[in-house]
Nanobody
Framework: QVQLVESGGGLVQAGGSLRLSCAASRSIFSFNALGWHRQAPGKQRELVARITNGGRNYADCVKGRFTISRDNAKNTVYLQMNSLKPEDTGVYYC????????????WGKGTLVTVAS
């Protein structure tokens, strides 16, 4: 059973920073890709950032402000969010992809980020 648990969300002022964490129940070496998605009020879930052995990928609206990283020893993926804007408000979800005979897509339950204007 693969579990992903997000933490680090909260209320911040515009221009502030937050670091989200995603703790995995198994070695993150086991995953082919790790990422963060978010769902803003009234909008569909969207990709924010993704990391693979090939590099990193970011949504255009967060480039230069957000950084995805990982700590293999802690089995944890991070999303450092700087220069936050009210438009960044939403529930942020950790996800991980792993090939287990077929591709499996795992999700955490999310952590809420609220950016005040």
């Amino acid at each position: 059973q693969v579990q992903l648990v997000e933490s680090g969300g909260g209320l911040v002022q515009a221009g502030g920073s937050l670091r989200l964490s995603c703790a995995a129940s198994r070695s993150i070496f086991s995953f082919n890709a790790l990422g963060w998605h978010r769902q803003a009020p009234g909008k569909q879930r969207e990709l924010v950032a993704r990391i693979t052995n090939g590099g990193r990928n970011y949504a255009d609206c967060v480039k230069g402000r957000f950084t995805i990283s990982r700590d293999n020893a802690k089995n944890t993926v991070y999303l450092q969010m700087n220069s936050l804007k009210p438009e960044d408000t939403g529930v942020y979800y950790c996800n991980a992809d792993r090939y287990e005979g077929t591709w499996m897509d795992y999700w955490g339950k999310g952590t809420l980020v609220t950016v005040a204007s």
